[in-house]
Structure formats: C-alpha cells, structure tokens
C-alpha cells in the first residue's frame, strides 16, 4: 500500500504563511518527483511546484518567488512554504509522488493524497 498524506494547511490572512507538508509511504515504491499541485472552485486542478529526487525544482508562474518546495529524502517528505499568500491562493492543495513500483513491477506511477485545505482572506 502507498501512503501520502499531506497536513499543514489551514486559514491564514492574506500575506501570510503556511508550510505544507506531504509523507509518502509504501513498500516497494520508489520515488523519483514529488509535485504539488492545487484546485479551487470550479477551477481545474493545477501544477504549484514540482521537485526530482535529485533536487529540480518547477513553480507555476503564478507562485514563483513566493512558494519554495522542498523535500527530505530519507524521510520520504516534501514541503511547500508558501509566502506572501494571496486570497488567489485559496484552494485544496494536493501532493502527487511519483516514481517506480517495484511490487507491480512499473515505472512512472503517481500517487495523490487527499488534499488540504488552504484559505486565504483578503
């Protein structure tokens, strides 16, 4: 079974801060990227920030300069600190991990927690 289970989120005032976090678990699975990627109201779901294994970092243009992801390999961990919030920012968080499941015998797997909640108010 593969875990992830992100936590962190939570209501915060615009400027604000908050650090996501995202665990990700499992026999058998190895994990190349680790992404996060966000979804408000009747929006589509939407990459935030993506980082490799070997360190890589992706941000939508949207939150560059203000959102830092990062992770902790050996504890199989990624975070997102989100600066300078924005009531635009307002959205279920989602963490995706992706890599190689070695019980199932494939490559380029992706697993998604369930979400945590981010509300920014102006």
């Known amino acids: 079974q593969v875990r992830v289970v992100e936590s962190g989120g939570g209501f915060v005032q615009a400027g604000g801060s908050l650090r996501l976090s995202c665990a990700a678990s499992g026999s058998g699975f190895s994990i190349n990227t680790m992404g996060w990627y966000r979804q408000a109201p009747g929006k589509q779901r939407e990459l935030v920030a993506r980082?490799?294994?070997?360190?890589?970092?992706n941000y939508a243009d949207s939150v560059k300069g203000r959102f830092t992801i990062s992770r902790d390999n050996p504890k199989n961990t990624v975070y997102l600190q989100m600066n300078s919030l924005k009531p635009a920012d307002t959205a279920v968080y989602y963490c995706?991990?992706?890599?190689?499941?070695?019980?199932?015998?494939?490559?380029?797997?992706?697993?998604w927690g369930q979400g945590t909640q981010v509300t920014v108010s102006s």
């Open positions: 995706n991990a992706e890599g190689s499941n070695w019980r199932m015998g494939v490559r380029n797997v992706g697993y």
């Open positions: 980082i490799t294994s070997g360190g890589s970092t």
